[in-house]
């Protein structure tokens, strides 16, 4: 979806809309990846998909767009949410993700245990983010 940009002004429902479109669609593909025993790309998604939703919360709450950073607990901060401790403490645990997936980490490989325990704990946080919406 094109985002338009009327005589300087930026459309913030469009940008809105954007990223919580953008993460629907990154959640979807993360819990394929991981079913598909790829839990390194899978969460690389989910913490994309998390990312994006904040990124919309921060162009609905400010009216701005929304910083190019991919820390989850800054964002969130940006976007004025309140969060309880067992979320801050998910998106902190999640900015790993964000790094294992794009450099090279001396982290052991994630279980396809594991990685279905964190996509069940990401996929509540990404329902209570979509219901604050």
Request: charged letters at 25%.
């Amino acid at each position: 979806m094109p985002i338009h940009i009327i005589r300087g002004m930026v459309n913030i429902s469009e940008h809105t809309a954007y990223w919580k479109n953008g993460a629907v669609e990154d959640l979807d593909v993360a819990e394929q990846l991981v079913r598909s025993g790829k839990a390194r790309h899978g969460l690389f998604f989910a913490h994309l998909a998390i990312e994006k939703m904040l990124k919309a919360h921060i162009c609905k709450t400010t009216r701005q767009i929304a910083p190019k950073i991919h820390n989850l607990v800054r964002l969130a901060e940006c976007a004025d949410l309140k969060l309880e401790d067992s979320r801050r403490d998910l998106l902190a645990e999640m900015n790993e993700f964000n790094l294992e997936g794009r450099y090279p980490t001396s982290s052991p490989p994630i279980s396809p245990s594991t990685a279905n325990e964190y996509m069940d704990r990401i996929k509540e946080v990404f329902q209570w983010l979509t219901l604050q919406l």
